[in-house]
């Protein structure tokens, strides 16, 4: 008679091939589906000692809106979004200064034209000077736009953003500063935080590895992912969009970027311009009138701007003053009065683009590019006004 010990070997040698053939058949006819292991990275607090209330409902709110509309799994969202918090540096990064000093062409030309980016850009501009021809004669955006916009963006990749694009995009999109427009911003980046893990899913990366500014941009050309979606393309062509290491692929998306927003080829992005100060007409109704360029020469003409060159005729134009202004406050009457030095104007064309480095002396945005060192010059202001 065998000994106890071994009849309980071989039971449990029967249960166990029992369970292996049961096992096997039901997965033949009914696989059952990998529930996602969350590990999770909370504070020792809690979650909810960190996020408000309204912060939870509103991300909640948004994984089922993911799950239902694009088929996410619902379970991984929500493992994934536990580690997902409001962020008060970028609450407090996006709130507008407390009091606005607009940048005249002298500050703006100081603080981007300098020399580390000059010298960046030349090197950038060796390096790629096949990829930024090839963008130039398939897209007919000039090199120096594309080499000035990545430089002003990030130095050309150097300052990318080091902030998790996913909580950067939850807390704009569920917690926004009670700021003016605050309705419509929390639509915009909540879009966004949708459009990253379309972004992410289409890619095939982890969309909690993207890191950004501080308002959810990515890469070398700071595209938000929206845009990364219907801009960026595969410059390089190693069958994939990258724009966070492969500046191929950034120098192509950018030139797409402009050509998708009605970039002309051949046009000139700004024509400098002068104005009689002696006509009697006052220059104030065709500047500081928001983004669009809405003047005729018409318009110029009664204002007294003139352009030392040939202007398309049918085009429109903005009125961009490069003037300095020095103001003082008088004390105890709450008035501010400002004092122009010199007038000293540029026309913005057809090419202009927009992005919110661009601020100089009127509030309006401009468009910048890249004079290569000794072989480009150009001039719109006197660095001496």
Same mark, same amino acid.
């Given at each position: ?5 071994? #009849? ?100 703006? @030309? ?47 990749? *150097? ?25 419509? @911003? ?20 982890? +969309? ?21 979606? *219907? ?38 992005? #700004? ?7 002696? =006509?009697?007409? +006052?220059? &104030? ?41 020095? =103001?003082? &406050?008088?004390?105890? @009457? ?9 007038? =000293? ?13 661009? #601020? ?26």
């Amino acid at each position: 008679m065998k000994s106890f010990p071994a #009849v309980r070997h071989l039971v449990f040698l029967f249960i166990l091939s029992v369970i292996a053939v049961v096992g096997n058949a039901t997965a033949q006819h009914a696989p059952i589906e990998p529930v996602p292991v969350c590990v999770t990275s909370l504070p020792l607090n809690g979650a909810n000692e960190l996020d408000s209330t309204s912060f939870l409902e509103k991300k909640a709110e948004f994984i089922a809106h993911m799950a239902a509309t694009h088929g996410f799994n619902k379970a991984e969202l929500e493992c994934s979004f536990s580690q997902i918090h409001s962020n008060d540096r970028v609450s407090r990064l996006v709130r507008p200064a407390q009091s606005i000093r607009f940048k005249n062409w002298k500050a703006y @030309r100081a603080r981007f034209v300098e020399p580390i980016r000059v010298k960046a850009g030349a090197a950038f501009w060796e390096k790629y000077e096949t990829a930024l021809a090839l963008a130039e004669k398939q897209y007919g955006v000039p090199a120096e736009i594309i080499v000035g916009i990545i430089g002003v963006e990030t130095i050309y990749g *150097r300052n990318t953003g080091n902030f998790r694009v996913l909580d950067v995009l939850a807390t704009l999109a569920f917690d926004y500063p009670d700021i003016l427009k605050r309705k419509a @911003r929390m639509m915009f980046f909540r879009n966004e935080l949708e459009q990253t893990l379309l972004y992410a899913r289409e890619s095939g990366i982890d +969309p909690r590895s993207l890191r950004g500014s501080y308002a959810g941009a990515v890469g070398w050309p700071q595209f938000m992912p929206g845009s990364i979606r *219907r801009y960026a393309v595969d410059f390089d062509g190693d069958g994939k969009i990258d724009l966070i290491n492969s500046p191929v692929d950034a120098i192509g998306s950018v030139a797409n970027f402009l050509a998708e927003h009605g970039w002309k080829r051949g046009y000139a992005t #700004v024509f400098p311009a002068n104005v009689d100060s002696g =006509c009697g007409n +006052p220059l &104030s109704p065709y500047i500081n009138q928001g983004l669009a360029a809405k003047n005729t020469l018409d318009d110029l003409k009664t204002a007294c701007v003139s352009v030392n060159m040939q202007l398309p005729e049918k085009a429109l134009f903005g009125l961009v003053d490069l003037s300095i202004c020095y =103001c003082r &406050s008088i004390v105890g @009457r709450g008035e501010r009065h400002c004092f122009i030095r010199a007038r =000293c104007v540029a026309l913005t064309g057809t090419n202009v683009f927009f992005a919110s480095h661009f #601020v100089i002396s009127n509030g309006m945005w401009t468009a910048s590019y890249f004079i290569r060192p000794q072989s480009r010059t150009s001039s719109l202001c006197p660095a001496t006004d």
